[in-house]
């Protein structure tokens, strides 16, 4: 007879909060999001409140993956980016919140890891893929000789109206 009085009463305080963790664990994995575009990552996440961070690839300094236990038997791990101006105290590893971006639940953590390093080495210039080539030093090998003649003709040229002109 007991039993039967408290059977609902054990069932609310049993499967209430398993269903209520059941939706919140699936609200955050729904609204939780992660784009790599070629210049930049976007970290979106929240449920009311919506915080979204962009971190451009030529501002990434470190990228490190933390694993526990848990994370490790199933085989998933979270990925910490930590951008440049990232002292002084603050969150985590003593930065503050606005330089880490944090990539939860990744499956394949390191292949993400190796794919953001290579784009933030290969940006590591004006933050365009294009920097490289553009700064590149041109030697005259990279001129035929009419262009060489042109140029040198244009030069004379641009001299003789810097000069003074004597009347």
């Excluded at 951008?83 to 944090?102: D, L, P, Y």
């Excluded at 210039?125 to 030697?139: C, I, P, Q, V, Y």
Aim: glycine letters at 8%.
């Amino acid at each position: 007879m007991w039993g039967l009085i408290t059977a609902p009463l054990w069932i609310i305080v049993i499967v209430v909060p398993d269903i209520l963790a059941y939706i919140a664990i699936h609200l955050r994995y729904d609204t939780t999001w992660y784009v790599l575009s070629d210049r930049s990552m976007r970290i979106r996440r929240g449920i009311w409140s919506i915080y979204e961070t962009t971190i451009t690839f030529e501002n990434i300094q470190n990228v490190s993956i933390s694993q526990g236990p848990l994370q490790r038997w199933f085989g998933f791990a979270n990925l910490i980016v930590s951008t440049a101006g990232g002292g002084g105290g603050g969150t985590e590893a003593g930065a503050s919140a606005s330089h880490i971006g944090m990539l939860e639940g990744i499956d394949d953590a390191e292949l993400l890891r190796e794919r953001i390093l290579s784009k933030s080495q290969r940006t590591a210039g004006l933050g365009d893929e294009e920097s490289e080539a553009t700064h590149r030093r041109l030697d005259r090998t990279s001129f035929s000789m009419e262009q060489l003649k042109l140029l040198r003709e244009i030069q004379s040229l641009t001299a003789q109206m810097a000069k003074p002109h004597s009347t």
